[in-house]
């Protein structure tokens, strides 16, 4: 099993659509989780860090966390053709960060 | 957010060749860098770690004496590719941290072509 698990997709909404991002892990020793943005030919870009079960809003953009199911999710209200991107969820193990395969996204006008 | 720079952001080379990426912190120090190599349509896969003065701690199955990583200071950190063969053609992105169990910022990635 991967420690990491993310369906790559590839994910088509419509403009305005709410979408769902989900990754699943393995080790319950993960301390931070991560998502992150990445546009073709480009480095990730941060988008949301959380280190607890719970949700975490910025903007658009909803984090959920559920350490008890080892699952992690993000959320983003109102997509714009702007958001098609991969998305990658990352999780922190000491100094090592561990990413899931990422979930290619593409919102259509 | 932090900015992490890499420089060139595509190189083109021909087999047998030696390459170096520069990675810069920009406006943090970076006590840790690390560096992620991409195929088209897959994740990040974790290189080596390296902190300032150091050496770099590589990952299984890279080779270090083929990927040579100095990390001098704690805005700078290099990956020469030494011998270069186009099965190294890669998109090869550099991240920044500022201490342990932080963010990583990334930078913009090198698009490296060796023919």
């Known amino acids: 099993q991967k420690e990491v698990e993310q369906d790559p997709g590839p994910l088509s909404v419509p403009e305005g659509a709410i979408v769902s991002l989900n990754c699943t892990y393995s080790?319950?020793?993960?301390?931070?989780f991560m998502w992150y943005r990445q546009y073709s030919r480009k480095g990730p870009e941060l988008l949301m860090y959380?280190?607890?079960?719970g949700n975490k809003e910025d903007g658009r953009f909803t984090a959920q966390v559920d350490k008890s199911s080892k699952y992690i999710s993000l959320f983003i209200r109102d997509s714009q053709p702007s958001d098609s991107a991969t998305y990658l969820c990352?999780?922190?193990?000491?100094?090592?960060?561990?990413f899931g395969p990422g979930t290619s996204l593409s919102v259509i006008p | 957010g932090a900015v992490v720079s890499q420089h060139p952001s595509w190189v083109i080379c021909k087999s047998g060749t030696s390459v170096k990426i520069e990675c810069r912190s920009l406006?943090?120090?970076?006590?840790?860098m690390f560096w992620y190599r991409q195929f088209p349509k897959q994740s990040l896969m974790l290189m080596a770690t390296?902190?300032?003065?150091?050496?770099?701690?590589?990952e299984q199955g890279v080779e270090k004496d083929k990927f040579l990583i100095n990390h001098a200071s704690l805005t700078l950190s290099t990956l020469t590719v030494t011998s270069a063969h186009p099965e190294d053609s890669s998109f090869y992105i550099c991240?920044?941290?500022?201490?342990?169990?932080?963010?990583?910022?990334f930078g913009p990635g090198t698009r490296l072509t060796v023919t």
């Open positions: 959380t280190y607890s079960s």
């Open positions: 080790n319950s020793a993960f301390q931070y």
């Open positions: 406006d943090f120090q970076a006590t840790t």
């Open positions: 390296s902190n300032e003065g150091s050496k770099a701690t590589y």
């Open positions: 990352a999780m922190n193990l000491r100094d090592k960060v561990i």
């Open positions: 991240s920044a941290g500022s201490s342990r169990g932080s963010k990583q910022y």
